[in-house]
């Protein structure tokens, strides 16, 4: 691969990596001592210069550091999800200290994520089995959403404020519509089973190859992203290695895409903000892949339908590219939002932020 940028974190191991919504030359990094195991976390804030990739500020934490998000509304703000279940609101112009802690979680923070649309709130998951909804100006949360078990990963949808999303251990995907009564299943709207056959419609599917899609054996789902194009499409991955995408407005029609390839559980996926198709994984398998859903490429499907009637088909994902310049499990990946469109960071537990232009992997 021709262009990559490397920053190393020396006596820490990277869980998450994220690029500034306000610039393209700045990124940070979420990481911990001894693997996430025992031991503090320390926040790198990175910039991109002629000179490479510098660290341009620091911040240490008392606990792993396990995900990150950059404020909406204040582009030298971002917020850190930490290992003893607090969440720390951090100010690049302020020295050591967080500006803002926030800690009602019982169990370790996992993942958190600030509202894009209205720019006021952000939400935490934890292994507690909770979704928190959070004021940056109020050190108590405004709401709190029960999922009962480990819930490894929470989002909003990028175009709708109202709708949150996570994806847990019991192998489900849920969404949660704020604008639905408190009583009503604590806003509960749909619960998908990730590893399911398809049980409305035909009540099967097929994939491309005309094989009916049968499920899986249910696993822990580890991570999903919202598509940046279609508000009503999720793409999930996690333990049994498979990346899987789903129409939210069809709960029951299994998934619309799946895409296999990646040797051990996926860590992170995310929506390319620049082409409706293309996503990128991170796996423990230390490779990040770039694929495509297939959404935009014809499907060869030739099939037998007893009775006339059609299935629905699952498409077959294809893998675009790989990337295996890390020597360790791969936590972490994202899109950079500006420029020509192509440009991701990834972060593995070799202690090494990598920047790589994903368009020379597409290029062959």
Not at 143 to 148: A, D, E, N, Q, V
Request: charged content about 15%.
């Amino acid at each position: 691969m021709a262009s990559m940028l490397e920053f190393r974190t020396p006596g820490y191991n990277p869980y998450a990596v994220k690029y500034s919504p306000y610039y393209d030359s700045r990124l940070a990094v979420a990481t911990a001592s001894n693997y996430g195991i025992v031991g503090n976390g320390r926040l790198f804030c990175l910039g991109l210069s002629a000179a490479g990739v510098q660290c341009e500020k620091s911040f240490e934490t008392n606990d792993a550091q396990y995900d990150l998000a950059w404020s909406e509304i204040n582009e030298n703000q971002l917020i850190v999800a930490c290992g003893d279940g607090s969440l720390k609101l951090f100010d690049l112009g302020v020295e050591n200290f967080p500006v803002m802690n926030f800690h009602e979680h019982k169990r370790e923070t996992f993942s958190v994520c600030w509202n894009p649309v209205t720019k006021d709130s952000f939400i935490s998951s934890s292994w507690d089995g909770t979704i928190k909804l959070w004021s940056p100006t109020r050190n108590e949360s405004i709401k709190t959403l029960p999922i009962g078990c480990c819930t490894y990963s929470t989002s909003y949808c990028p175009s709708n404020p109202a709708l949150i999303s996570s994806v847990s251990a019991d192998s489900s995907l849920r969404i949660f519509d704020l604008r639905t009564p408190m009583s009503a299943k604590y806003h509960l709207t749909n619960v998908i089973p990730v590893h399911a056959p398809a049980t409305g419609g035909q009540g099967y599917s097929r994939l491309a190859d005309g094989s009916i899609y049968s499920g899986a054996v249910p696993n822990e789902v580890l991570t999903h992203d919202w598509n940046k194009y279609n508000d009503t499409v999720i793409a999930t991955a996690g333990v049994d290695r498979v990346i899987r995408t789903f129409d939210i407005r069809n709960p029951a029609g299994g998934p619309l895409a799946v895409m296999t390839g990646h040797e051990y559980a996926v860590r992170r996926v995310a929506w390319s903000p620049h082409a409706s198709d293309i996503l990128v994984s991170a796996s423990y398998d230390m490779s990040v892949r770039v694929w495509t859903d297939g959404s935009t490429m014809p499907q060869n499907v030739q099939h037998t339908v007893p009775s006339g009637r059609q299935p629905d088909t699952v498409r077959a994902g294809t893998q675009l590219g790989l990337m295996n310049r890390h020597t360790e499990f791969v936590t972490g990946v994202d899109w950079c939002l500006f420029g020509a469109g192509g440009w991701c960071a990834s972060a593995g537990w070799d202690e090494r932020v990598l920047l790589w232009d994903a368009a020379s992997l597409l290029r062959g």
